[in-house]
């Protein structure tokens, strides 16, 4: 049996942030929900998360996982403090305790599993994951015998310069024999450089911790301050990058590219530069986003192509062509070979196959039908100042360039407006519409001159 503890408590003082340091974001999930992520092939019987800083602020973030349970370090007197506070909800629990730390949001689920197994075939007192970094500074160091058997572990800021050295550091992961540990958490002192009673003193008084090497370093890091969170941004960038490449997503100019690890691609997608791509969002096959466009919880079909664009929680069907200067969004869903062109704003929109709005429009909450032309400069006038109202437009309809549409309005199918009309009463199917004043023309007519007017005088 399993259980997982992970250390959420801290403010996290190098941030210089109110929000506590494990809520802070990294690529659209916070750090603490990436460790909880990484428990993803453990299984564990219980979770307990270790809040204090700002703890319902934690634990409102993580009221949507099953399962955890919070406790209380209302003091932050260090790592041993936090996992002491764990005592009184493990009374009863027999097995093993994997402590996490809550800033360390890049570990691979396939290394936890390994530090598990590890433990649990050596039958270890505990297991201990550490990573040899060619910049160890910061870091606990970790000072083993010949057989990974681990003797000491001495913080950064306790160390000698002779113990500095060692570029072998504790990555802040542990498996303990719980009943083993419960019994050295109480003996923990606080005399170090912090004053705080630290996990990593636990060793001292176990037998045998072993020391496991993580493959790649780079899923160890820490994060205490931005630079640390830009840096692990970046590698967790490069990760979801190249397991796209691989799978056979072209990506033109990695670098100026950004994709969330949510995000869904099928083979034989271009993507172009200045492009990203956040949150829960699919793109089928052949499609080619870009460049510079940011595309957000969004499904897009196959064969699309969209540029300079922004496509925010919408829908686009097969074969349709976005941009330059579009923005879709609040729901917006577009057929398939449709045309959505230059300067184009859709808000809460339903476009059926084959519609064209090609030129400089606002569609808001309206729902037209297949094979629509709206015209350059359309309108929906959506708004009365209090509600928002819906367009209705029906199939092979076309709106003239600058009409406007006040709604609640529903414009049959096969309907012409004429240009430049402001059209506020609902019209039935096959009809002309015109609804702006008549041209006036006055042969002969100018402009009095000025001299005509002093004659007069
Ligand atoms: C810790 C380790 C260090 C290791 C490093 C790896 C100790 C003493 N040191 O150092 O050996 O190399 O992690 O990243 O453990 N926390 C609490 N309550 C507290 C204090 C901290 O819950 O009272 C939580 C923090 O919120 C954080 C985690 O524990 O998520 C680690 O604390 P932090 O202060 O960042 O430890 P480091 O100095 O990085
Ligand atoms: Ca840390």
């Known amino acids: 049996m399993v259980a997982v503890a992970i250390l959420a408590a801290g403010r996290g003082t190098r941030m210089k942030s109110h929000l506590p340091k ?82 360390v949001p890049l570990l691979r689920p396939e290394t936890l599993e390994l530090l598990l197994k590890t433990h649990q075939k050596e039958q270890n007192a505990a297991t201990i994951l550490t990573a040899h970094l060619p910049d160890a500074k910061g870091y606990g160091r ?47 002192t606080s005399s170090n450089d912090q004053k705080e009673y630290y996990l990593t003193d636990a060793v001292n008084y176990l037998k045998p911790v072993m020391a496991v090497d993580v493959e790649d370093y780079e899923e160890i890091l820490g994060i205490n301050d931005r630079k640390q969170l830009a840096a692990a941004y970046d590698i967790l960038q490069t990760r979801v990058k190249e397991d796209w490449m691989r799978a056979g997503v072209t990506l033109i100019d990695p670098d100026s590219i950004t ?7 099928e083979p034989d997608v271009v993507i172009e530069p200045q492009t990203h791509l956040r949150g829960k969002t699919s793109i089928q096959t052949g499609s ?64 059926g196959d084959r519609t064209g709005v090609a030129h400089l429009s606002y569609l808001g909450d309206a729902t037209l039908g297949e094979k629509v032309n709206v015209g350059a400069g359309t ?33 049959g199918s096969d309907v012409t407006i004429a240009a430049g009309s402001t059209v506020t009463e609902d019209v039935g199917d096959d009809a002309l519409v015109i609804a702006r004043s008549r041209q006036v023309v006055k042969p002969g007519w100018r402009l009095k001159s000025a001299s005509d007017a002093e004659n007069k005088a």
Do not use: M
């Open 142 to 188: 970790v000072f083993c015998n010949g057989n990974n058997i681990v003797t000491q572990i001495v913080e950064d800021r306790d160390c000698s310069p002779a113990q500095k050295q060692n570029r072998r550091i504790n990555a802040g992961v542990y498996c303990f024999q719980w009943s083993r540990l419960a019994q050295v958490l109480p003996q923990l």
């Open 288 to 351: 080619r986003i870009g460049p510079g466009s940011l595309i957000e919880n969004s499904s897009i079909g196959e064969s699309v192509t969209i540029l300079y664009s922004v496509v925010s929680d919408s829908v686009v069907q097969a074969n349709t062509r976005i941009g330059p200067y579009a923005h879709l969004r609040g729901h917006a869903q577009v057929g398939n070979n449709c045309r959505i062109g230059n300067f184009v704003e859709l808000k809460n929109s339903t476009l």
């Open 259 to 265: 994709i969330d690890d949510t995000v869904q691609l």
């Open 379 to 411: 309108i929906t006038a959506n708004y009365d100042g209090v509600r928002k109202h819906r367009t209705i437009i029906g199939d092979r309809t076309k709106t003239g360039s600058n009409s406007v549409l006040v709604a609640p309005i529903t414009i």
């Open 22 to 103: 494990v809520l802070h974001s990294l690529g659209g999930r916070s750090l603490v929900e990436r460790v909880l992520q990484s428990l993803s092939k453990i299984n564990p019987t219980r979770q307990l998360v270790i809040v204090g800083y700002n703890s319902e602020l934690v634990k409102n973030s993580l009221a949507h996982y099953p399962g955890l349970e919070f406790v209380e370090q209302t003091e932050q007197l260090g790592t041993g403090h936090a996992v002491q506070q764990v005592i009184p909800y493990l009374q009863d629990f027999e097995g093993d305790l994997l402590v996490l730390n809550g800033d």
